[in-house]
T-cell receptor
Framework: DTGVSQDPRHKITKRGQNVTFRCDPI?????LYWYRQTLGQGPEFLTY????????KSRLLSDRFSAERPKGSFSTLEIQRTEQGDSAMYLC??????????????FGPGTRLLVL | GENVEQHPSTLSVQEGDSAVIKCTYS??????FPWYKQELGKRPQLIIDIRSNVGEKKDQRIAVTLNKTAKHFSLHITETQPEDSAVYFC????????????FGTGTLLAVQP
């Protein structure tokens, strides 16, 4: 499968613990997005990278959240001191931005986080 | 702020009938409108998209229409099949450099055999 992959697929943790998720985009895609999806809702934008640069962060992304894309390939999303409200599906999407209005985002399978 | 409204939230049709899902968006700078299909526990999959320089696009049984003046876009599925049953999300791009997607709240489509 040459699509976007995410690891782990599921994570159960206790409140207050730190968790880290990984996303491997489609090869040569220069953009990588993180979204969060709660039950019955559409995905909500969290942050995105163009190559290794993090260019925008949503207000949803509190100080407990940090994301990196150190070499412009895979990305990690870390949540520190998890809270029950962090329970959600964390989706990664990648795209190749050729030009303005020339971009399609492809999603990974997501990491489902449950904070007890 | 940026917002996408999607209706209906649930839609039940008989196999072979057509299904229509409608979305409205608020950001006049939005220029890209994809539709994703998400089956239970799976990733959102792009099924069709339309860009602002086009009013209609069709791919076999699926079509999307866009009215930029009214800020409306719609998904049309003809000759529905049971395997079309899923949650469908519309989205609008934020415009500008980011191109983040603003999603609707989803439509649960049930196709009855």
């Amino acid at each position: 499968d040459t699509g976007v992959s995410q690891d782990p697929r599921h994570k159960i943790t206790k409140r207050g613990q730190n968790v880290t998720f990984r996303c491997d985009p489609i090869s040569e895609h220069n953009r990588l997005y993180w979204y969060r999806q709660t039950l019955g809702q559409g995905p909500e934008f969290l942050t995105y990278f163009q190559n290794e640069a993090q260019l925008e962060k949503s207000r949803l992304l509190s100080d407990r959240f940090s994301a990196e894309r150190p070499k412009g390939s895979f990305s990690t999303l870390e949540i520190q001191r998890t809270e029950q409200g962090d329970s959600a599906m964390y989706l990664c999407a990648s795209s190749y931005r050729l030009a303005v209005n020339q971009e399609t985002q492809y999603f990974g399978p997501g990491t489902r986080l449950l904070v007890l | 702020g940026e917002n996408v409204e999607q209706h209906p939230s649930t839609l039940s049709v008989q196999e072979g009938d057509s299904a229509v899902i409608k979305c409205t968006y608020s950001d006049s700078a939005s220029n890209y409108f994809p539709w994703y299909k998400q089956e239970l526990g799976k990733r959102p999959q792009l099924i069709i998209d339309i860009r602002s320089n086009v009013g209609e696009k069709k791919d076999q049984r699926i079509a999307v229409t866009l009215n930029k003046t009214a800020k409306h876009f719609s998904l049309h599925i003809t000759e529905t099949q049971p395997e079309d049953s899923a949650v469908y999300f519309c989205a609008a791009s934020s415009g500008g450099a980011t191109n983040k997607l603003i999603f609707g709240t989803g439509t649960l489509l049930a196709v009855q055999p």
